[in-house]
């Protein structure tokens, strides 16, 4: 049996690492508690964490877990912000994530979360809810005809860039490394960051948080944005400097924000706070404005991606006991 110990679990964590192919040659110890410098005690004896986006992974953890006889670090996710990949490297720990779980699920959902904010689809359903069958203040746009500018054509991007185009909207991109071949195919045109942002009606951020990408919307960025334009962010919160996000809502600058994440979700997002108090002024002054909408991290759960997650963690966690490298484009 290889020993794996899970953070952060949910129970539909649970549930699909549960059923995984090969989940009987792994004992899991499934926590709900995050992983950092504070718990890596916890891993003792384990040879493989499994983690999510709000583990806390920096170099004190890594000592700790390399003490504990800790082999393997599997982030049940795409991103990785949050490991120090060299202090794992010095331990002599693997890192390995899953790339592409879904693209699809997150495209969708930045999609679902500017359709239901544009259209005031969260507005209607608690009016007619309550009898109130009045169609004042829900006006929306058409989308078709509309610009859309998409930062970042990965795997994500891509996706969202081709749903827009299927709402007959004009689709512009920005990215470090264009792909011609398919911006072609798809009727779609690469931009200047700066041209994209002065003429996008909304704009959809696909970036992996990095330093370069750290407050990649700050005042100057946001400044930019076409009067009444929407922003969707459904990649990672830190790419938007929040504070000026707040100033462009408050003076009207911008039409509508649609968040998935949030700058500092950290301990806040994935769980109930409805019985306390939010001590997070910013996120509880986002949450008074009408045209926000915020998700809390959500995109990426559909029954594909979990099962996606749960099949390819599993498999790199049984190669390693096999003594085989991970699956291809798994590595960090
Ligand atoms: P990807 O790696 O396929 O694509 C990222 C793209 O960004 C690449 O084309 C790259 O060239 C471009 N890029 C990087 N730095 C840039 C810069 N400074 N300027 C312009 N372009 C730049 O990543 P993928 O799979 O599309 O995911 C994007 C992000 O979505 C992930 O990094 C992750 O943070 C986030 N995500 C969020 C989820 C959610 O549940 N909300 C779930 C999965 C991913």
């Not at 998409?150 to 990215?175: E, L, M, P, S, Y």
């Amino acid at each position: 049996m290889i020993t794996a110990a899970l953070y952060d679990a949910k129970p539909y964590d649970r549930e699909y690492f549960d059923r995984a192919l090969g989940h009987e040659r792994i004992a899991w110890q499934f926590h709900e508690f995050r992983l950092g410098a504070q718990t890596a005690a916890t891993a003792d004896g384990m040879r493989v964490v499994c983690i999510f986006v709000n583990d806390h992974v920096d170099r004190t953890c890594i000592a700790g877990l390399a003490k504990g006889g800790v082999k393997l670090i599997a982030l049940r996710c795409a991103g990785f912000n949050n490991v120090d990949l060299k202090a794992a490297q010095e331990f002599g720990i693997a890192v390995v994530r899953v790339p592409a779980y879904s693209p699809h699920a997150v495209a969708e959902h930045a999609i679902g979360l500017l359709l239901t904010l544009n259209r005031h689809i969260h507005r209607a359903y608690n009016r007619v809810r309550e009898h109130n069958f009045s169609l004042n203040r829900l006006v929306g746009f058409d989308l078709a005809g509309k610009t859309v500018g998409i930062i970042g054509t990965g795997k994500i991007g891509r996706i969202t860039a081709q749903i827009f185009r299927g709402f007959d909207c004009r689709v512009i991109a920005h990215d470090l490394m264009p792909t011609a071949d398919w911006a072609a195919q798809h009727g779609i045109e690469y931009t200047s960051l700066t041209t994209l942002l002065q003429s996008s009606d909304i704009i959809s951020l696909h970036l992996p948080l990095t330093p370069e990408t750290f407050h990649f919307f700050h005042r100057d960025t946001i400044q930019q944005m076409k009067h009444g334009a929407y922003l969707i962010n459904t990649s990672r919160g830190k790419l938007i400097d929040t504070t000026a996000l707040l100033d462009a809502l408050k003076t009207g600058h911008l039409g509508g924000v649609a968040l998935d994440v949030y700058e500092e979700e950290e301990g806040v997002f994935f769980e109930d706070h409805s019985e306390h108090l939010l001590q997070d002024d910013e996120l509880n002054l986002l949450l008074t404005f009408p045209n926000v909408l915020i998700t809390s991290h959500q995109a990426f759960l559909t029954r594909e991606a979990l099962g996606e997650i749960a099949r390819v963690t599993t498999e790199n966690i049984l190669r390693l006991d096999a003594e085989q490298p991970p699956l291809d484009g798994t590595a960090l």
